[in-house]
């Protein structure tokens, strides 16, 4: 199915190369570099290459173009699942999925690749079994084997693929034996010109890190379940409970796992969270151009907004700017045209502003359209949905857990337009 | 990339590895080997190292083991006799009690991927088979296809094969996905792996144990069984109706796939499938990962071929963000094309127009022309933002622009006032060729409406000289020869020097060719000259179906899930740098494979004439007929495709037009017949329905228009299969529309002479010739006539070869159905 893996860098070089079948020539990189010259940016180059003997399906992430070879057809959708598997797995492994940290590791890229394809086929691919299989690097632990000459690798047989619950191995102990869930949330939003919402919508997840001993069975009931109308679970759900009660009741894995992600799509749900007052003009004739913005916070249930950071792509005529931001700290750059305004945290009485004029080119005509301002912010303690965890209970162990839950709220794709 | 000092280096690691220091402390040893193996991975020649790197195999450190495999595995080709050495250490590792160590050696004896060696990896093989731990089976049946692949013409041992039938069972669902994929590989020549009744139920049934990619590979497996029984096939179904709505796309996407293809004989099904994957699918579309919104993008695309409703409410899920890649956006831009209505025309025209100025000059290109597709509906709307966006004088956008407005003015003649003038003065801000070529197209058409034609002529003429593109040239002579047509005083100069030019100056011959043509044209007189180049305008009667007829599901179910749909470039679809409509006349497609544009009073004579001969013999074959009435079957096979219905309904046109006496034959071999049927609400069925209706007669439906549309067409068409009594089986083709105008029956006369619709003329014209010429198949139609006020369904057949009886036959089969339908409504 997957003949080979090479990773690429955005420079064009082939830094890690993985063949299951036999050994695919880096020749048929060139298609690939061909697509890469002729896209202006990085992300433009498209997911699926034909060539003349294979098909080249790539998925950039953190900079890096996983690309992927096959000789037949197969399913697209397979594939760039899987791809993205692979780039979760690393992350997993090494926190950050760059191309510094991978070669490093490439030993344990290696190992892992090995694992999760046979043949071509995905053969491990559950982030709990490879860790048995193949135990992460930590500074840790690698101190700890340059002394002793210990391995990463697992001496037994990883339990988890003869225990009953497939994703749970037997006989975890913990002495604190604690559950968290965080509840994270993000909004992808297009606000127009006039404020209004054209588009928003909620992306969500739960993701829980659990380590609790034994064999525990969880119950986690929400306040609002109605509110999720796309979820998807991890294995360990039990789905006919869900449907029935709206109850989430499962085994949990050990350590860290993403118990369920939502999405809300029905408009009238989505609260947005910020305003954006902006006044962005050039006129005609003039080499000026007036950039006023302010920021507002608008529904966000008493909770403050952090980390709020603006940007906006300035028109290609803009040489300087020459603003005066009300707090935080602005940066123009003149050769991307991009305009960073870190605004930090948003105060309701004294509402952050940016003021100030832009030079335009001598002689450059008024330019035709109006930057697009992303936002990215934060808001600690609150789920914007409104989702909102009931009860966690644990049956089937003796003792007492620690149980914590967390919320947060994060700008996705949020955009407004000028 | 090869270092310089590649081979500095293997010497330096070649020593490190002999050294009997490193050799005797495994921390070391350890170490150099994964030196060996980082000079690997960053593309040095280490294969040197191979005879050293075997003996660093020995050991029992399991990292070292698998770091020493992964440098075997690669380099194991170019050293066959070498690797003989390494094949006892992993034997003897196949018998470690530790299975881990045993799947590694046996995964490893496996990829090493030499011939010469299967002999020695077939029995641990066989032995891993029967091995308790699963994870040693799951690499072990894999390993029977690697070595399969190494000697795909060497016959598999029967043994083997069904042993790994037996594993099918195997309680580890990774063995049994396993299975299923070494099978197919090894089995590939007799069509893969058998998949029988047995087999597919408790492939069903252990389905929801598999990992994802196990579901989405026996799914996929899958796909080649077909139920026996109705009552097979539901139970089936509903197993995989809970993954139909997997929050997995692959596995949404799989489903999808073996449903429409156990469904091939149940529309309603299939269609209603697709309802369920909606949610998903949308969801998949607003996924982190870009390819995956890619991908779901182009599976709606295909969706929206068979339900073009199905989006309809979303359409603001696609909508474009700022930092999406031009692909997704050039994808969104055509889905949003497919999904406009009434309500909803002003919002995406509004945000299309946002995209017109895009950084990217493809993607504003492509908002350009996605407009100009929207504006086949709503053309007032989209010719307001098409002029608007003139007056940036922007190079990439005018050029898109005219050669939108080029396309939009061949479908919709009643734009050409405000393309006319819109075109004044954009000449200026055109640079490139396919910009200009659409303006001389415009120039060449509406020459005599835009005033500064003849001076925007003569810049381009004079400029000839320096001209580079083919394709412009060309158009400027046939641009001026038109313009000298209608503007003679104004032309005759410049039309003299330009064909001096070509004919003297220019070196490409084609260019040269046409010049000498049009010259010789002209000396045959302008009577001549105009019959040539004055023939053809656009024909609009395509127009009159709304967006694309919704496809039957079966055309793309093949390609669903597969790489097919990525492969068409945005690009391809609506293909921005196509030549004048009337370059591609020979093309297939739909808009601009058209007859000649009919002179009303023409089609008239020639019909009454015509028709007055097939209605005659009509009268005659239907005594006959009424009085034998053979046993009449309909078939649907050999299926027709859109292109050639439409070949056929316009040859079919085409013939009337034609008054060659040779003609004449070929029309005596097909029948046309018009014919009126009451049915109130018929139009108002869904097309579902009566899609499904049609189908139980078989009668295949080719194409509608949406519920509720005025005037409301269905084209549909069917094989009649005849039996005469001692004659052969005759099977005939007939094509045929139904048209409810939503008037009553007399309105539609009245319109008749004012319309510019030429079926609708044609048709009614026709039947009013009937009328008066001959009063036999009078019964329907009279009563409709009584029943003036009431709704009608306006039926015109064609049939090829002639058979009248079987025609008759059709028509009362259709009666019925229609009947049936609207009595069901009401």
Avoid at chain 1, 118 to 124: E, H, R, V
Avoid at chain 2, 146 to 169: F, G, M, W
Avoid at chain 2, 611 to 640: F, I, K, N, Q, W
């Amino acid at each position: 199915m997957i003949h080979s893996l090479f990773l690429i860098n955005s420079s064009g070089d082939i830094f890690l190369e993985k063949h299951w079948k036999s050994v695919v020539s880096r020749s048929v990189c060139d298609y690939f570099f061909e697509a890469q010259e002729r896209a202006t940016e990085p992300e433009n180059v498209p997911p699926v290459i034909p060539t003349p003997h294979h098909y080249l399906i790539s998925v950039l992430r953190h900079r890096i173009y996983f690309v992927a070879v096959i000789q037949s057809e197969v399913p697209p959708l397979f594939v760039i699942e899987f791809l993205h598997r692979v780039v979760d797995t690393f992350q997993d492994y090494f926190g950050v999925c760059t191309e510094a940290a991978i070669k490093d590791n490439v030993v344990v890229v290696y190992e892992l690749l090995e694992e999760m394809l046979d043949n071509g086929f995905p053969l491990a691919t559950e982030s709990n079994i490879l860790k048995e299989l193949i135990k992460p690097p930590t500074i840790l632990r690698t101190m700890v084997n340059t002394i002793t000459g210990s391995t990463n690798v697992g001496e037994q047989l990883p339990t988890g693929q003869l225990s009953v619950v497939p994703w749970r191995r037997t006989g975890v102990k913990y002495t604190n034996n604690e559950a968290y869930f965080d509840v994270v949330e993000e909004i992808d939003a297009i606000i127009d010109k006039s404020g209004s919402t054209i588009t928003a919508e909620i992306q969500g997840v739960i993701d829980a890190c659990v380590k609790l001993t034994g064999m525990p069975d969880l119950t986690l009931s929400f306040m609002n379940p109605r509110l999720l109308d796309d979820v998807s679970f991890h294995p360990c759900v039990r789905f006919k409970r869900w449907e029935a009660e709206r109850i989430l009741s499962f085994i949990p894995p050990d350590g860290n796992f993403r118990l369920l992600s939502y999405h809300v799509s029905s408009q009238n749900l989505v609260a947005i969270p910020v305003y954006v007052k902006h006044n962005i003009s050039f006129r005609e004739g003039s080499s000026q151009g007036r950039f006023d913005l302010t920021l507002g916070p608008k529904q966000t249930m008493g909770k403050s907004v952090e980390a709020v950071l603006v940007s906006s792509q300035l028109p290609r005529g803009v040489l300087t700017a020459n603003l005066n931001p009300s707090q935080g700290t602005y940066t123009f750059d003149p050769v991307t045209k991009m305009l960073t305004w870190d605004v930090g945290k948003i105060n309701p009485q004294k509402l952050p502003s940016l003021k100030g004029t832009m030079s335009l080119q001598a002689g450059a005509s008024k330019p035709d359209e109006n930057p697009t301002i992303n936002i990215q912010l934060k808001i600690q303690q609150m789920a914007i949905s409104g989702l909102k965890v009931n009860r966690l209970d644990m049956y089937g162990e003796k003792y007492k857990p620690f149980k914590g839950i967390k919320y947060m709220t994060k700008a996705g794709k949020f955009q407004v337009r000028t | 990339m090869p270092y310089l000092g590649s081979e500095d280096t293997e010497r330096e690691l070649r020593r490190a590895l002999c050294n009997p220091h490193i050799q005797s402390d495994p921390l070391r040893y350890r170490n150099t080997v994964l030196k060996v193996l980082r000079a690997m991975s960053q593309g040095v020649d280490v294969s040197g190292l191979f005879s050293e790197m075997v003996k660093a195999c020995a050991t029992v450190d399991i990292v070292q083991k698998k770091l020493v495999y992964v440098f075997l595995c690669s380099y194991a080709a170019l050293n066959p006799e070498l690797s003989l050495l390494v094949i006892n250490t992993l034997r003897k590792d196949c018998q470690d009690p530790n299975p881990m160590v045993r799947s590694l050696a046996l995964r490893n004896m496996t990829n090493l991927r030499l011939s010469s060696l299967v002999e020695y990896v077939e029995q641990p093989l066989t032995a891993g088979l029967r091995d308790r731990a699963a994870c040693v089976r799951r690499v072990a049946v894999l390993g029977w296809a690697k070595i399969h692949n190494l000697q795909p013409n060497s016959e598999t041992d029967a043994a083997v094969v069904n042993e790994l039938y037996t594993l099918l069972r195997d309680p580890d669902p990774v063995v049994m996905v396993n299975c299923l994929r070494a099978l197919e590989e090894i089995l590939k020549e007799e069509g893969g792996v058998a998949i029988n009744k047995p087999i597919t139920h408790h492939l069903l049934n252990r389905l929801k144990e598999c990992d994802v990619w196990g579901q989405c590979e026996v799914l996929r497996v899958l796909q080649r069984y077909r139920p026996q029984t109705e009552d097979e096939l539901f139970d089936i179904l509903s197993l995989l109706d809970a993954s139909l709505v997997s929050p997995h796309p692959p596995v949404m996407a799989a489903t999808l796939s073996l449903f429409l293809g156990l469904c091939s004989a149940l529309p309603a099904v299939g269609l209603a499938a697709l309802e369920r994957v909606r949610a998903p699918l949308l969801t998949a579309c607003g996924s982190p990962s870009r390819e995956m919104r890619l991908t779901a993008l182009c599976h709606i695309q295909l969706l929206l071929r068979s339900l073009p409703g199905l989006m309809g409410a979303h359409y603001k899920r696609f909508f474009c963000g700022y930092a999406e890649p031009a692909y997704i956006k050039q994808r969104k831009m055509q889905v949003l094309v497919e999904l406009v209505n009434d309500d909803n025309v002003a919002m995406i025209l509004d945000e299309l127009r946002g995209y017109c100025t895009d950084v990217n000059t493809d993607t504003a290109q492509a908002a350009i022309s996605a407009i100009g597709g929207i504006g086949r509906s709503y053309s007032d709307r989209c010719l307001e933002i098409l002029t608007g966006l003139l007056g940036l004088k922007q190079e990439h956008i005018t050029s898109a622009v005219v050669q939108t407005m080029r396309d939009l003015v061949w479908v919709c003649p009643q734009c050409s006032d405000t393309v006319c003038e819109a075109l004044e003065g954009c000449e200026d801000t055109l640079q490139d060729s396919q910009g200009r070529q659409a303006l001389l197209w415009l120039l060449a058409v509406y020459g005599e409406r835009v005033s500064s034609a003849p001076y925007t002529l003569e810049v381009f003429i004079d400029g000839v000289r320096s001209e580079t593109s083919v394709g412009v040239k060309m158009e400027l002579l046939t641009t001026t020869m038109r313009l000298f047509l209608c503007r003679p005083a104004e032309t005759q100069d410049m039309l003299g020097r330009l064909l001096h030019y070509c004919i003297e100056e220019e070196t490409d011959m084609c260019v040269r060719d046409q010049g000498h043509l049009y010259y010789r044209l002209l000396h045959r007189g302008i009577e001549e000259t105009q019959k040539v180049l004055q023939g053809r305008r656009s024909d609009p009667s395509l127009g009159v179906l709304i967006g694309r007829p919704a496809e039957p599901v079966s055309q793309w179910a093949c390609s669903f899930n597969t790489l097919d749909p990525l492969k068409q470039g945005p690009v391809e679809t609506e293909p921005p740098s196509r030549g004048s409509p009337e370059h591609v006349t020979f093309d297939p497609k739909p808009n601009t494979d058209l007859s000649e544009t009919l002179d009303c009073s023409q089609i008239v004579k020639l019909h009454s004439a015509s028709d007055r001969a097939s209605g005659c013999s009509d009268s005659s074959a239907e005594g006959l007929a009424s009085s034998v009435a053979p046993p009449l079957s309909l078939s649907l096979t050999p299926v027709l495709s859109p292109e050639e219905f439409e070949r056929l309904w316009l040859q079919r046109q085409d013939l009337h037009t034609e008054q060659d006496a040779e003609k004449r034959e070929e029309e005596e071999d097909c029948a046309c017949l018009v014919e009126h049927i009451r049915g109130p609400a018929i139009a108002h069925c869904s097309p579902q329905s009566l899609q499904a209706a049609m189908q139980l007669v078989n009668i295949q439906t080719l194409a509608f228009t949406p519920p509720h549309t005025l005037p409301w067409r269905v084209y549909l068409f069917t094989h009649t299969q005849h039996t005469h009594s001692g004659n052969a089986p005759h099977s005939t083709l007939i094509v045929g529309e139904l048209l409810y105008t939503g008037e009553a029956n007399r309105r539609v006369r009245l319109v008749k002479t004012g319309s510019d619709d030429g079926v609708l003329v044609e048709g009614s014209e026709e039947e009013h010739v009937r009328e008066g010429g001959d009063p036999t198949p009078a019964g329907l139609r009279e009563s409709a006539r009584e029943n003036g006020e009431e709704e009608e369904v306006k039926v015109t057949l064609k049939q090829q070869p002639r058979d009248d009886s079987a025609l008759k036959g059709f028509l009362s089969i259709l009666t019925t159905v229609l009947h049936t339908l609207s009595s069901e409504r009401a």
